[in-house]
């Protein structure tokens, strides 16, 4: 099978580049190589290549900036998939593409299914959504994974940041009214291979298990390194940000394990399996 991967330098991508089958075909592409918010070069690219199957890992994912950038923010996470899509359809590839809970507002109160109405509160979420409905217009064949509060190797994350600052902080406040489940790339990454070997399409939330708040998940991180930093709960208030935030938004992944014949890993061990591959569990902060 012949893969055309977009996005290649970001966070979601570094996992697929270790986890793709070695017996398939692949065309690792970023910016550079690739703009998705070009329709001319997307069309040029996959018409050359000719993929059965096309993995998008392009996005803007500043959520805070997107307020202020919208039109970078649409062009990106709304025109490019469109651009995918399209050139998909034209050559009968499959196009995988990865969406958000930031689509839901948070009020449910229980774990949104693929089947909730979306109602986003910031414009991210907004640009995630319509690269969701473009992408549902222009080509069949897709499949469309919402998960949420990334973290893994090749970019920046939270995981990340709470380290730094237990380097040199006796306390840290975190926030501790905004519940969703963390997710390491890695899982995310193994489970949507997974779909992709079972012909699954459609949408599909793959998130790791459980749920928490970023005071929770701080708390964790905090506890598997052996960080003497005390983590104070607060609420968002605290800390006001550009970007409205949904206060719950987890995502149900029952569809995910029904396909997949298992439940995705807890995540607090996938966050241990993460640090101790880092080499943090001593709470040493490898470079």
Same mark, same amino acid.
């Given at each position: 099978?012949?893969?055309?991967? $977009?996005?290649?330098?970001?966070?979601?991508?570094?996992?697929?580049?270790? &986890?793709?089958? /070695?017996? =398939?075909?692949?065309?690792?592409?970023?910016? %550079?190589?690739?703009?998705?918010?070009?329709?001319?070069?997307?069309?040029?690219?996959?018409?050359?290549?000719?993929?059965?199957?096309?993995?998008?890992?392009?996005? +803007?994912? /500043?959520?805070?900036? *997107?307020? $202020?950038?919208? %039109?970078?923010?649409?062009?990106?996470?709304?025109?490019?998939?469109?651009?995918?899509?399209?050139?998909?359809?034209?050559?009968?590839?499959?196009?995988?593409?990865?969406?958000?809970?930031?689509?839901?507002?948070?009020?449910?109160?229980?774990? +949104?299914?693929? %089947?909730?109405?979306?109602?986003?509160?910031?414009? +991210?979420?907004?640009? &995630?959504?319509?690269?969701? #409905?473009?992408? !549902?217009?222009?080509?069949?064949?897709?499949?469309?994974?919402?998960?949420? =509060?990334?973290?893994?190797?090749?970019?920046?994350?939270?995981?990340?940041?709470?380290?730094?600052?237990? /380097?040199? @902080?006796?306390?840290?406040?975190?926030?501790?009214?905004? @519940?969703?489940?963390?997710?390491?790339?890695?899982?995310?990454?193994?489970?949507?291979? %997974?779909?992709?070997?079972?012909?699954?399409?459609?949408?599909?939330?793959?998130?790791?298990?459980?749920?928490?708040?970023?005071?929770?998940?701080?708390?964790?991180?905090?506890?598997?390194?052996?960080?003497? $930093? &005390?983590?104070?709960?607060?609420?968002?208030?605290?800390?006001? @940000?550009?970007?409205? #935030?949904?206060? +719950?938004?987890?995502?149900? $992944?029952?569809?995910?394990?029904?396909?997949?014949? @298992?439940?995705?890993?807890? =995540?607090?061990?996938?966050?241990? *399996?993460?640090? &101790?591959? !880092?080499?943090?569990?001593?709470?040493?902060? #490898?470079?």
């Amino acid at each position: 099978m012949k893969v055309l991967l $977009t996005g290649s330098k970001g966070m979601l991508a570094h996992a697929f580049l270790k &986890k793709i089958p /070695k017996e =398939w075909e692949l065309l690792a592409t970023d910016i %550079e190589d690739l703009d998705i918010t070009n329709p001319v070069l997307v069309e040029k690219k996959i018409q050359q290549f000719q993929p059965d199957l096309i993995i998008n890992c392009a996005a +803007y994912t /500043k959520v805070d900036d *997107s307020e $202020t950038n919208k %039109e970078l923010a649409f062009s990106v996470n709304g025109a490019g998939p469109a651009n995918l899509a399209r050139a998909a359809a034209q050559i009968g590839a499959q196009l995988v593409h990865f969406s958000t809970d930031y689509i839901f507002d948070g009020t449910k109160g229980t774990p +949104y299914t693929e %089947e909730d109405k979306p109602h986003p509160l910031n414009v +991210y979420g907004a640009s &995630k959504l319509e690269g969701e #409905r473009h992408i !549902r217009k222009n080509v069949n064949n897709h499949l469309i994974i919402r998960t949420q =509060w990334l973290y893994g190797e090749g970019g920046p994350n939270f995981v990340k940041t709470i380290l730094e600052l237990a /380097k040199d @902080r006796e306390s840290i406040k975190v926030v501790d009214d905004q @519940r969703g489940s963390p997710t390491w790339t890695e899982d995310l990454s193994d489970a949507s291979i %997974e779909l992709i070997k079972h012909h699954c399409a459609g949408t599909f939330h793959v998130v790791n298990s459980g749920e928490c708040s970023w005071y929770g998940f701080a708390c964790q991180i905090i506890k598997e390194t052996g960080h003497k $930093t &005390k983590v104070i709960p607060c609420a968002s208030t605290e800390f006001p @940000r550009p970007a409205r #935030r949904p206060a +719950y938004s987890v995502l149900s $992944t029952e569809k995910a394990k029904v396909l997949l014949g @298992r439940p995705i890993p807890a =995540w607090p061990i996938a966050i241990g *399996s993460f640090l &101790k591959e !880092r080499g943090e569990i001593q709470g040493l902060l #490898r470079a």
